[in-house]
């Protein structure tokens, strides 16, 4: 029987990106609506082996109700999903990921979480300013917002646990046009929040890692934030952080796992988030000699091997991963998995 793997749907477009590489690859696939009321029927009756997904990144709501349906995918029905459950309930999720490298014991933004009005507030009448409010949703700096005293933060707690009762929380997104609030209700944050100490830092390196690809940039700032600033420096990171990023795949045994790792101005490298879907640019610079590339882990050092791994910004490299772990034989792919460079 010839494998078969379902692409789950997304709010937007972006599953599309599944199709055109799984057409790359000459695999037979089946796009399945997990957003009809039918999900878990359009689910089991199809035939394929396991499921490529694609999670939202645009409201919190969004993404609860599709970590629910993906659970019930692979941890009730039993299909394998591509990225884990795992890495995809951490996705998107700030709260999750600060839990999670706190346990775990690896560098980042000393981070409080608080469930309680009162906690946040006792915490902020004594803690040095500026401070990093983040919400647990949103990519590109959105929802992150540095608060320069406790007038400032004692009204953004106001509106996330509300004045006087959590029914009244009218809740907080930080958007803002010239200096004035703009209200967007269904993006508003309520009932937690996030208090990062602030870091000045040089750049923020993002470092993908693809079954035993490597891929990496630098991320140059833009203001106070990396992220969200389109500015990309084409260089290869340093060992040090490359090395952090296999240690923490291997603790949570993540398939496909991009890392922001900062580099402070006192040269220490500290995780910011980790994001199980980000996109990787075909057709640039990467990493050495101005050539495109990968970096694999050979023998305890890393090796560029020059080539075209990342079409369809990576959505590519990860089908052929997840075809790999379905046991599928690389001889019935147009693109073996550790063949073809270009397309």
């Given at each position: 029987m ?5 692409i ?11 199709i ?63 990225p ?8 998107e ?11 775990h014991?690896?560098p ?10 009162q ?35 004692r009204?953004?707690?106001g509106?996330?646990?509300g ?12 958007y ?19 208090v ?8 923020e390196?993002?470092?993908i ?12 700032l ?22 952090l ?37 075909s ?50 792919l ?10």
């Amino acid at each position: 029987m010839k494998l078969k793997i379902g692409i789950l749907t997304s709010f937007d477009n972006t599953y599309k990106k599944y199709i055109g590489a799984c057409r790359d690859l000459n695999v037979d696939y089946e796009v399945v609506d997990i957003l009809a009321p039918d999900w878990a029927q359009n689910v089991k009756k199809s035939d394929c082996r396991g499921f490529l997904a694609r999670p939202p990144s645009d409201f919190q709501e969004r993404k609860a109700f599709f970590d629910e349906r993906l659970y019930c995918i692979n941890k009730v029905l039993n299909y394998p999903i591509y990225p884990s459950w795992e890495e995809l309930y951490i996705y998107e999720n700030k709260r999750m990921v600060a839990h999670w490298l706190e346990i775990h014991g690896f560098p980042h933004p000393k981070t409080h979480i608080f469930v309680r009005k009162q906690d946040a507030l006792k915490h902020l009448k004594q803690c040095a300013y500026p401070v990093v409010f983040k919400a647990s949703t949103g990519s590109a700096a959105k929802l992150v917002n540095i608060v320069k005293n406790y007038s400032q933060a004692r009204k953004i707690i106001g509106k996330i646990f509300g004045l006087l009762h959590p029914v009244m929380a009218s809740g907080y997104n930080g958007y803002s046009f010239r200096g004035i609030p703009i209200p967007l209700p269904g993006a508003n944050q309520r009932h937690y929040a996030i208090v990062q100490e602030f870091y000045k830092i040089k750049w923020e390196w993002r470092v993908i890692k693809i079954g035993d690809s490597f891929f990496g940039r630098k991320k140059l700032l833009r203001g106070n934030f990396a992220s969200g600033s389109h500015r990309v420096g084409w260089e290869r990171p340093p060992d040090e952080v490359l090395f952090l990023v296999n240690e923490i795949c291997e603790k949570g045994n993540f398939l496909s796992m991009g890392v922001d790792v900062f580099e402070t101005h006192d040269a220490r490298f500290l995780v910011n988030e980790l994001q199980s879907i980000t996109g990787i640019r075909s057709g640039v610079k990467m990493l050495a000699d101005d050539k495109p590339g990968r970096l694999r882990l050979i023998d305890d050092k890393f090796v560029f091997e020059e080539g075209e791994f990342n079409q369809h910004d990576g959505y590519l490299a990860r089908a052929r991963h997840f075809l790999d772990i379905l046991g599928s034989s690389c001889a019935d792919l147009d693109n073996p998995l550790d063949g073809a460079q270009e397309k």
